[in-house]
């Protein structure tokens, strides 16, 4: 069974002074507000796609990655994943950098990063985003 999931942007203005607001409109979590000054500048405040994007293929890797593992016959017993999209003005999206530590009793650090790598490849995120560079930093707790 396919699952599509959807979410909603409403933008005022132009790109260099106007706004929006990006509604989830699926599972109804919230609106949240994006601009070009919170992307292409940062902000502790505004959310942009790009964290957004972090957000999904975080959450991606994770699931992936703890498939992986308990597949390997090793069940993580946590998985802590943070992605870093970067944006650059004028060229896009330039990379994703995953940063992973797991607690996984029983297994050796060889085995954890190319299970780690595998996964990095193989979520369905990391697929889709294809023509960007992908980085992985994987520790053992």
């Known amino acids: 069974m396919a699952v599509t999931s959807e979410a909603a942007t409403t933008w005022k203005g132009s790109l260099f002074e106007g706004s929006g607001e990006v509604t ?3 599972s109804g979590i919230g609106t949240f507000d994006v601009n070009w000054k919170a992307r292409s500048e940062g ?3 505004v959310t942009t796609p790009e964290e957004l994007l972090a957000g999904a293929h975080s959450a ?3 699931m992936a990655l703890s498939n992986a593992l308990a597949e390997n016959g090793t069940p993580p017993e946590s998985v802590d994943a943070t992605a870093s999209v ?3 003005p ?3 999206i330039t990379g994703s950098h995953l940063n992973v530590n797991a607690v996984v009793p029983g297994l050796d650090a060889a085995t954890f990063e ?5 996964a990095k490849a193989n979520c369905p995120v990391s697929q889709a ?3 960007i560079d992908i980085t ?3 520790t053992l707790a």
Request: charged share 15%; net charge neutral.
């Open 24 to 26: 989830f409109t699926s």
């Open 43 to 45: 902000s502790n405040s």
């Open 60 to 62: 991606c890797f994770s």
């Open 86 to 88: 970067t944006f650059k």
């Open 90 to 92: 004028g060229t896009g």
């Open 114 to 118: 190319k299970i780690a790598n595998d």
């Open 129 to 131: 985003l294809a023509g």
């Open 136 to 138: 992985l930093e994987a």
